[in-house]
């Protein structure tokens, strides 16, 4: 049995597709469509209670779920595909700590702004509060980049030269909130980092699949 990813496009799958093209490792893609709720069926919530995408079924049966793990996992299973920098000690390559330091950041800040754009009325017992729900998200969303921006600056990559899977996290989510939260004007390094990512062979196809030619502007 290889990996098995549940998924729907410009979803967090997206970044779990990605890392997997870069590893070079076979994977079977199912769908769970989001338009539909299929998330909230109870078939898929046996295998992810909280009823979200991703989920990464490992060879041997094991479940991984939210996407910051999948990745951290997939990361420390292929090493050999070099896309997070191996823990090394106090005096060791601190390449390590920056990655995971702006990839927590973003699930941990950016994530639930994306939730509340998303599903506003999850939020409210009242539907006239969607609205402001939505936009407050969304100006949130977008003081969160502008701290990535200016102190993960890019430079080609988080890591500067080093492509890592922070890459990958960065430029998928930036294209979340149907890319309002980050623009080139406001965010020229994020743009930047986008576009480059967006042009790596493995990734190429897959980033067509998931946002066609949104975040190569520029």
């Not at 420390?76 to 390590?96: I, N, Q, T």
Request: hydrophobic share 45%; charged share 20%; net charge negative.
């Amino acid at each position: 049995m290889g990996y098995v990813l549940y998924g729907d496009i410009g979803s967090g799958s997206a970044t779990a597709e990605m890392a997997l093209a870069e590893i070079g490792a076979p994977v079977e893609l199912r769908d769970v469509p989001l338009a539909g709720e299929a998330q909230l069926a109870a078939e898929y919530r046996a295998l992810n209670p909280m009823g979200r995408v991703p989920t990464l079924v490992l060879p041997d049966g094991t479940v991984v779920t939210e996407s910051l793990a999948v990745l951290l996992t997939l990361c420390d299973r292929h090493p050999e595909a070099g896309l997070l920098p191996p823990p090394d000690g106090p005096s060791g390559d601190p390449g390590r700590a920056k990655a995971l330091r702006w990839m927590a950041l973003l699930a941990g800040e950016f994530y639930p702004c994306v939730t509340r754009y998303d599903y506003p009325e999850r939020f409210s017992d009242d539907p006239a509060h969607a609205p402001s729900i939505r936009a407050r998200a969304l100006e949130m969303g977008r003081a969160v980049w502008r701290v990535v921006e200016d102190n993960a600056a890019p430079d080609p990559f988080v890591l500067g030269t080093r492509f890592s899977v922070a890459d990958i996290y960065v430029a998928v989510l930036s294209q979340w909130t149907r890319g309002q939260a980050t623009n080139p004007v406001e965010h020229p390094r994020v743009s930047a980092l986008v576009r480059r990512v967006a042009a790596r062979p493995a990734i190429a196809p897959v980033w067509a699949k998931h946002f066609g030619g949104r975040g190569l502007e520029g």
